[in-house]
């Protein structure tokens, strides 16, 4: 399976982003759409964090505290694609930001997409 994200940028504060994640390669029986998706940041000197996760039917979302009210995570499983809308962003969300498929014991990562939030 392949991850591939996309949208990062350079963005002021307050300013808005939406991150897309492109994935492919499904074998085994599976699909997109067996896969719940998540996306997870990496900030300079520190660990990696998870983001937002959209379970495999989209019914269900969760966020981390820094990110509600102002991420959303959505997923079109006709386009094998999640994404994640960022809006007021804030200095503290610089980081690189990085697509993850989960299903059981088996996860995938993409090489990620740099988001940087300044002035």
Excluded: H
């Excluded at 000197?45 to 998870?50: I, M, S």
């Excluded at 379970?55 to 079109?76: C, L, P």
């Amino acid at each position: 399976v392949q991850l591939v994200e996309s949208g990062g940028g350079l963005v002021q504060p307050g300013g808005s982003l939406r991150l897309s994640c492109a994935a492919s390669g499904f074998t085994s029986g599976f699909t997109f759409n067996s896969y719940s998706m998540s996306w997870y940041r990496q900030a300079p000197g520190k660990g990696r964090e998870l983001v937002a996760t959209i379970t495999s039917a989209g019914v269900s979302r969760n966020y981390a505290d820094s990110v509600k009210g102002r991420f959303t995570i959505s997923r079109d499983n006709a386009k094998n694609t999640v994404y994640l809308l960022m809006n007021s962003l804030k200095p503290e969300d610089t980081a690189m930001y990085y697509c993850n498929a989960a299903l059981y014991r088996t996860t995938y990562w993409g090489q990620g997409t740099q988001v940087t939030v300044s002035s």
